[in-house]
């Protein structure tokens, strides 16, 4: 009877459990979904794209300079007495003579009218560097945006790498639970001494902690998925599973002139040089003079009602150009031409800067997409190995040709080998995602 026992425990472990697969409720999200509701919803987005809302505004209100001025205002004066003149002395008599000039109450309302028509380029330089601006926020909104569908990449890969990690957890807690069982049988017959069993155990035990950790890696990584896509930190997450082999050609030629056209980064930089450029013009625009036109309306009266007085109209008008030139200010607008031109040279320098770390960037992503190709085809072959030589030790302690030792190294390469597949897998998929996303690619997919 005993022995019939041990044969139905070492078929048992011959071929294993068959693995539960879970049942998820929820049509799970594909990538591209992912993709878009991060692009709806997460803050950093949000943020950029109000930046940029913010600089158009800054545009507009630039633009709003060409245009004519209209100010208005109202003005109350009482004087403490009524103001006069007086004659000098002896001129009229022996005594001053005074001369009422005006009433003791004044009211006025002033309204102007001013028409910049030369400002020596400010206003159009002012202009320019807003309309930069506004483009220089787009291109940081770009960027924003390709590095969220970089990070919903990771995280979505790394989701998958986490279940697999977890699935082969489980499958390493039955394989050793079953050759458990099989050890405790033999030690019971006496076939085996009791450290062969004991040591089955302690290995379930570790196998069993493994599981906890890839289930705790798990949840961890979904908690991050939903982060990104500004959801509930623990709402749960259903993802397709496109953890597949599917090698691209990827030209790092192509990339790299790909990255240095298209990169947002490149277009920023290249704008601001242009912006820095304008900052200069902005600064020489003091060296001339500005001419305005001007058209003035009061309306004054020694009562509310401003109807004028004994001594003035009641409303007058008047139109008239305005010519201010700074001609000496020692050398303050020559300093400030000055510092604009050493930024419109950092400007320049730092763009040169973008584009050599944007191509150290490119081939760093392409050289770990490459590593990780060559990758998957090793694993693969391991798995293959693993699991064959993890049989042979199987039937080989079946037979007591092997040890309890022999069986559980063995398990634990196959565990590795499999671990290690879907790490590679992974990592090729988040590789390719670096690499479209450092040449510039927007791959929403």
Known sequence: MKRYIIALAVVAALHGPQPVVAQVSAKPL???????????????????????????????????????????????????????????????????????????????????????????????????????????AQQSSARTKQDIILEVKQAYFTILKADKIKQVAARAVEQ??????????????????????????????????????????????????????????SEPVALEDVLICTPRAFSLDNATSDALALRPEIKEASLGVEKAQKGIRLAQSSYYPSLSLVADYRKMGEKARMNGSHYEDGEVFTAGTVLRWDIWEWGRNHYKVGSSKAQAAKAAEQKRQVADAVSLEVKQAWLDTVEAEKNIGVTQTAIVQAEENFRLYREQYAEQMATSTDVLDAQTLLTEAKSNYYNALSDYHIAAARLERAAGWDVRR
Not at 95 to 117: A, F, I, L, R
Not at 179 to 202: G, I, P, S, T
Request: no cysteine; glycine share 6%; hydrophobic share 40%.
């Open 30 to 136: 594909s990538l591209a979904e992912s993709i878009a509701l991060a692009l709806e919803k997460n803050a950093a987005v949000q943020a950029a794209e109000h930046e940029v809302r913010g600089a158009d505004y800054e545009r507009k209100a630039a633009r709003s300079d060409f245009l004519p001025k209209v100010t208005t205002g109202h003005s109350y004066t009482r004087y403490d007495e009524t103001p006069y003149a007086k004659s000098p002395a002896g001129e009229f008599g022996p005594e001053p003579m005074k001369y009422k000039t005006g009433t003791q109450s004044h009211y006025q309302w002033n309204t102007s009218v001013t028409q910049p028509v030369f400002t020596g380029g400010a206003l159009a330089s002012s202009y320019a560097m807003a309309r930069l601006g506004r483009d220089m």
């Open 176 to 233: 050793v639970a079953s050759h458990a069982e099989v050890a405790k049988a033999f030690y019971e017959e006496q076939m085996v001494a009791q450290n062969d069993y004991l040591q089955a155990q302690v290995r379930l035990a570790q196998a069993r902690q493994n599981l906890i950790r890839a289930d705790n890696g798990a949840q961890v990584s979904r908690a991050w998925f939903n982060t990104v896509l500004s959801r509930g930190v």
